[in-house]
């Protein structure tokens, strides 16, 4: 089993940045890759960002230039640092990780673009 905990979502202005952090703990020897998905109201969650096997990166295209995803594999964390954040950025962030396939999730951390 692997338990993910996020942090470090908050309200911040257009334009702004935040970084996310998800710490893994656990039997993370089986985890190859990990990645961020968000979810709004009304809509389907979606995937942000994701690192597979610490290095290979993959971004959706609404985040493409603004968002970067790395993953310290000492401590086990992966970052989402976020810039130039709009308010259709707003959503719950989930932090995700697996082998083969998105196993684990962790509880999710809001955040609110706004003015």
């Known amino acids: 089993q692997v338990q993910l905990v996020e942090s470090g979502g908050g309200l911040v202005q257009p334009g702004g940045s935040l970084r996310l952090s998800c710490a893994a703990s656990g039997s993370i020897a089986i985890i190859w890759r990990m990645g961020w998905f968000r979810q709004a109201p009304g809509k389907q969650r979606e995937l942000v960002a994701t690192?597979?096997?610490?290095?290979?990166?993959n971004y959706a295209d609404s985040v493409k230039g603004r968002f970067s995803i790395s993953r310290d594999g000492a401590r086990n964390t992966v970052y989402l640092q976020m810039n130039s954040l709009k308010p259709e950025d707003t959503a719950v962030y989930y932090c995700?990780?697996?082998?083969?396939?998105?196993?684990?999730w962790g509880q999710g951390t809001q955040v609110t673009v706004s003015s």
């Open positions: 995700s990780a697996g082998s083969s396939t998105w196993s684990y």
């Open positions: 690192i597979i096997n610490g290095d290979m990166t």
